[in-house]
């Protein structure tokens, strides 16, 4: 062994992890809300089953985004889908909220104000 410890042996605890193979499994992994937009979305979501306009939810993890939907009925189509797309973050932005018709309600970077789209008395057109 050298001075300063660096000798010409392998250390026995290094182990090698090519970078490549650690991307992939992090490529793989479904996209997911954090704890705080779960927490926002599920505080909005107490507000509006007391309120009575919602029963029920589901929470979905794909590949490309994540997708918390709500229902009147757990039967139906979901009333509002709340939807993280991390590809779209520097777009338009990663969160949305897409109506039962499709249509997109509100799009931007920060999930509490395309929540606010809720604050306003949303009603459920041609039901």
């Not at 919602?54 to 509002?80: G, N, Q």
């Amino acid at each position: 062994m050298t001075e300063g410890g660096h000798g010409g042996g392998t250390d026995a605890s290094a182990i090698l992890i090519p970078l490549h193979e650690v991307r992939r499994e992090r490529l793989e992994l479904p996209i997911t809300f954090h704890r705080l937009e779960l927490d926002m979305i599920l505080r909005l979501y107490g507000r509006m089953v007391a309120a009575g306009e919602w029963r029920d939810y589901a929470i979905d993890h794909l590949k490309d985004r994540a997708l918390f939907s709500v229902f009147r009925r757990t039967s139906e189509t979901p009333l509002f889908q709340i939807i993280k797309t991390p590809a779209l973050a520097r777009k338009q932005g990663a969160f949305s909220v897409v109506g039962a018709n499709g249509v997109i309600l509100k799009r931007g970077h920060e999930l509490q104000r395309v929540l606010a789209v809720f604050n306003s008395k949303l009603k459920l057109v041609g039901a």
